[in-house]
């Protein structure tokens, strides 16, 4: 079958980019192996969000009545179900438009233009590949002990640990950590790097790490697991802090060091497509080197974010019809669903420091925002970080809701908007975005 557009994996990359292309008039056939939504609906993005809430919910129950309800395991497990199916099945229905074929198999390339799915072979000028990424499990050893998951199984326990033990402090581990520590776990997390969230601001990091402490999470920060043992129903992990033996004894160790690309299988090796353990290879326009065949989303390893394989989907698409856009890629917000919520756009003061940018930061704090203290979330701050003639190049907050408070920054930031500019700009009262206000007076 010949078409004008093939994609392979239909995670937030692939499915959204469909539509995008199909509605600007381009013949799309899309290949799912397993679930339609990928990766961020159906293992990631979406049930942890679900979870989160759930542990809100304990956390604003146990601060109102002063006891925390028991955690219904069970319940939660099916909300997130009942949340990702319905999810799926708005997905499913998006597949459906017109100019979408969508083809539930595993595809592999025959060469650079044709892929065999399901014993067809299908072929197109131009190729998007969306595969996304899965866990990469470090070399410990007794890493593939019964107990030892990755946050897939997490996702689908059946019983609530008495001890969780994380291994890596990044996105993954951190809100794991503080999902299980509000459903009544004890959590330790383990990680070989002196901070936690080594993308996030480093300030921002240490203060909601020493939050996290505060909640009662164990941290062994500069620690290298070297083995995990089961010994009946309990696992040992055992590391070295600056090179002292330590042990950590826990009903489940999840490992959250990090992904790779999802590869294998691809038939990448009869195509000549440059690719390395990080990811594909690809230009600004998702391209890779060989004509007319992108890869998009965390197959690329440029920026592992639902929205960032979206944004990059619509860019292929654009450059295949010859369109320009002004997406600004270097502008990509992230957020850390943790309790308290840490999010930031742009560069950190780590960032301009490496790169010999000068930069000024002004700060607002949530212990002098109304709203926060009507909230009772006074624990919290929003870092602004300017250039010499005060435009805004990056904002990173933790506290309640910083992910949606960080998107006003990054509205202004994609309009090259100054500390001036944000100042002239009237916000409602009371809200939380007036602390990022409150922060250019
Ligand atoms: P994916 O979503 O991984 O989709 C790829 C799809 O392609 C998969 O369904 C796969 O089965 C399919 N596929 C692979 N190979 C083939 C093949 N050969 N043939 C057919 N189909 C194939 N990001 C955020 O922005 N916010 C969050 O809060 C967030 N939370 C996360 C929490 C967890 C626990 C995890 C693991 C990730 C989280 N992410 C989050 C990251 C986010 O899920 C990914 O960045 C996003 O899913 C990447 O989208 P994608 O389209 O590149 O790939």
Not at 313 to 331: A, F, P, Q, T, W
């Amino acid at each position: 079958m010949k078409t004008d557009l093939i994609i392979i994996g239909s995670g937030p990359g692939g499915y959204n980019t469909a539509c995008h292309a199909a509605k600007n008039g381009l013949n799309t056939v899309i290949f799912e192996d397993r679930q339609a939504g990928g990766t961020c609906l159906n293992r990631g993005c979406i049930p942890t969000k679900t979870l989160c809430h759930e542990a809100d919910m304990i956390e604003a129950v146990a601060a109102m009545t002063g006891s925390r309800p028991e955690t219904d395991l069970s319940k939660a497990m099916n909300r997130k179900e009942h949340v990702t199916g319905q999810l799926r099945e708005g997905v499913e229905t998006l597949m459906k438009s017109p100019g979408i074929t969508f083809v539930k198999e595993h595809a592999s390339f025959k060469d650079a233009h044709t892929v065999v799915a399901g014993g067809e072979e299908y072929t197109a000028d131009n190729i998007i590949i969306a595969t996304g990424s899965e866990s990469k499990m470090p070399p410990i050893e007794g890493i593939n002990e019964e107990g030892v998951v990755t946050s897939t199984e997490l996702l689908n326990l059946e019983k609530m640990p008495n001890h969780l033990c994380i291994i890596g402090a990044g996105v993954i581990g951190m809100e794991f950590a503080s999902v299980f520590k509000s459903f009544g776990s004890n959590v330790t997390v383990i990680e070989f790097l002196k901070e936690c969230l080594p993308a996030i601001d480093s300030d921002i990091a240490k203060r909601m790490r020493k939050v996290m402490e505060r909640r009662g999470i164990e941290f062994y920060m500069q620690s290298a697991v070297k083995s995990i043992n089961r010994k009946g129903d309990k696992l040992t992990v055992c590391f070295d802090k600056k090179n002292k033996p330590q042990e950590v004894e826990a009903d489940i160790v999840l490992v959250a060091t990090g992904r790779k690309p999802n590869i294998d299988g691809l038939g990448l090796e009869n195509t000549g497509i440059n690719f390395d353990s990080k990811g594909i290879k690809v230009d600004d326009n998702m391209l890779t080197n060989i004509r007319g065949v992108y890869a998009i989303g965390d197959v690329n390893g440029r920026a592992m974010l639902a929205h960032a394989a979206t944004a990059q989907g619509i860019r292929s698409v654009n450059h295949i019809l010859k369109k320009s856009d002004n997406i600004r890629m270097e502008i990509m917000p992230a957020a850390v669903f943790t309790n308290p919520e840490v999010a930031g756009v742009g560069l950190t003061s780590d960032q301009c420091d490496a790169m010999g940018i000068e930069y000024n930061t002004r700060k607002g704090f949530y212990r002098s925002n109304g709203k926060a203290l009507a909230m009772d979330e006074s624990e919290g701050m929003v870092k602004l970080i300017t250039d010499n003639n005060n435009k805004i190049i990056g904002c990173h907050a933790y506290g309640a809701h910083a992910a949606d408070i960080i998107q006003e920054a990054t509205v202004i930031m994609n309009f090259d908007g100054t500390t001036d500019n944000l100042r002239d700009i009237i916000h409602t009262h009371p809200t939380l975005e007036e602390i990022l206000h409150d922060s250019t007076v």
